[in-house]
């Protein structure tokens, strides 16, 4: 089926004619989350160097970055690790620790606002009736900590699905809670994602539909070389048939072109 929208053609494709929810990853999906986390990592290191005059700043951001490329992106314990590397002395590491954490979470949040159409089209896809939920490999406190500083909250509510007990993306069980809680089958769900290891395979295994949402934005020539070792999207390349999503997107507002202009209620059990 046909229409138009934004002086172009649109199909609608059939295949989501069933879903009446959507489920959303929340870092680099609706949230900058790669903006965010340069300028944290930046902060941290401009508020360390600043007190320890024995530390550059280029030295500092490079162990960070590095104890990143080696542990994951939510590491928790990245500053102590970063200045064990950097051979400071245990005695001075607390206070740099919370001087760093400070510097890095004054940066973060100041970049913590969604992207511009992520508002619009959470706001259209309710007033369409979908259900909305929101997905992360992160704790349930810092999935709120995001949501509500940004507003999301007034969007989805208490329907948060969180890491917890070892569970988290792309374990199929994780999706499948979602499905649970709002009592539908999995061809009824979409799954938005920016990274196909964890967003796509996890849900397409848990029987979902999935769209890969690959925000129009060119990094490649703003990252330095050691930022380009953690952040470019190597990770975003689909490599195997079990992360194909269905469909691909690189603005979120076009899921209000692709999905159902009423969202169908599933039927009573």
């Not at 709002?182 to 009824?188: G, L, M, T, V």
């Amino acid at each position: 089926m046909q229409g138009t929208s934004r002086g172009y053609t649109i199909i609608m494709d059939r295949r989501f004619s069933d879903v009446n929810t959507v489920v959303f990853d929340i870092d680099q999906t609706l949230l900058p989350w790669i903006e965010m986390k340069r300028a944290a990592i930046k902060g941290a290191a401009r508020q360390i160097s600043a007190i320890e005059p024995g530390l550059s700043y280029d030295a500092v951001r490079a162990a960070i970055i590095e104890v990143y490329r080696q542990n994951g992106v939510e590491y928790q314990f990245v500053l102590q690790d970063a200045l064990a590397q950097l051979g400071v002395e245990p005695y001075k590491r607390d206070r740099l620790v919370r001087n760093g954490r400070r510097g890095y979470l004054d940066e973060k949040n100041k970049q913590m606002k969604p992207y511009g159409t992520v508002v619009p089209t959470l706001s259209a896809l309710r007033e369409r009736g979908f259900n909305l939920c929101a997905m992360s490999d992160a704790t349930q406190e810092e999935v709120w900590e995001r949501l509500v500083q940004t507003s999301l909250d007034l969007y989805f509510g208490y329907n948060v699905v969180a890491a917890h007990d070892g569970i988290r993306k792309p374990d199929p069980r994780f999706f499948q809670e979602a499905l649970t809680y709002f009592n539908i089958q999995p061809h009824q769900s979409m799954m938005v994602g920016d990274v196909p290891s964890r967003d796509i395979k996890g849900a397409k295994q848990a029987g979902m539909r999935t769209a890969w949402i690959k925000w129009d934005i060119n990094y490649d020539g703003d990252f330095d070389e050691i930022e380009h070792r953690l952040f470019y999207p190597a990770q975003r390349i689909v490599i195997n048939p079990f992360e194909e999503p269905d469909t691909e997107l690189t603005n979120l507002n076009e899921l209000l072109d692709i999905l159902p202009r009423h969202a169908k209620k599933p039927n009573p059990s």
